[in-house]
């Protein structure tokens, strides 16, 4: 078992990515499997090098290690150019230069009043750029994934599923054709000003460190239909996904990014032990009965 905590270094480590990170830690070394760390820091306008040393430091100071080089996908960004190569020449890409609003817009009933489908990314794509593209890749333009065509050159025996941990059991979960058209649709692989996207990269980097298990939050649940459309797409294998509980506050709101108050640094500041964390998120105490995961 290989699994990870890929965390974007746009700010301080909170107590809901504590809960994250010693979850995938936990899980490999139960089966004395190995922890991988990756620094998603794409978004080159938010990520700092003084958050990515605090993610270091905060985890080794929980007790987690893992296999050096750390992967940051910012020196990856040649690979996500290939893989979009590689499906522009297929023709399931095409740029799209609408914005957020534009998108809302066009895909209200103004008749209706209702508000637009909304994918996991916002609201789902009502395809007006959609062409289809030829010529040479275009650069610093949003690249959209034609998703009819995709789910076409996949052809019908493409099984669209994957298995999901996170409710304790296991359960295998289907993606409709009428799904990822209708309620996932034509989704963003390229940023404009990043020349990739969370998406694109997450897949290409959760095979590339041959990550077995994927435990994240439950608000990326919905994701996981596009990943696992790219992952088919890219000829690339479906890991297990373990989507895990959000932690709340109090008054049970998502811990937000800037939420100082609850980042693991300050717990540290005030004396607090990562066995003290553990409790805080629910999890076994760092016992006997857990060894450190392989490679770490
Ligand atoms: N980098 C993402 C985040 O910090 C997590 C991505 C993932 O686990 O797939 O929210
Ligand atoms: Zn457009």
Known sequence: MITRFAPSPTGPLHLGHAYSALLAWDMASKVDGTFMLRIEDIDQGRARPEWENQIYDDLHWLGLSWPEPVLRQSENLNRYFCTLRTLWSYGLLYPCTCTRRDVIAASSAPQEGDAPLH??????????????????????????????????????????????????????????????????????????????????????????????????????????????????????PTPVYHHHRLIRDEDGKRLAKRDDARAVAAYRAAGETPDDLRRRVGLPVSGQELSPPRGS
């Open 119 to 236: 994918g996991p990314d916002g609201p789902v794509y009502p395809g007006t750029c959609r062409v289809r593209a030829v010529g040479p890749l275009p650069q610093g333009v949003a690249l959209r994934l034609d998703m009819r065509a995709a789910l076409d050159a996949m052809g019908d025996d493409a099984r669209l599923h994957f298995t999901e941990t996170g409710d304790g059991a296991s359960r295998e979960v289907s993606i409709s054709r009428d799904h990822a058209i209708n309620a996932v649709g034509d989704v963003v692989l390229a940023r404009r000003d990043m020349g990739t996207s969370y998406h694109l990269a997450v897949v290409i980097d959760d095979a590339a460190q041959g990550i077995t298990h994927v435990t994240r939050g439950a608000d990326l649940f919905d994701a996981t239909a596009i990943h696992v459309i790219l992952q088919r797409l890219l000829d690339l």
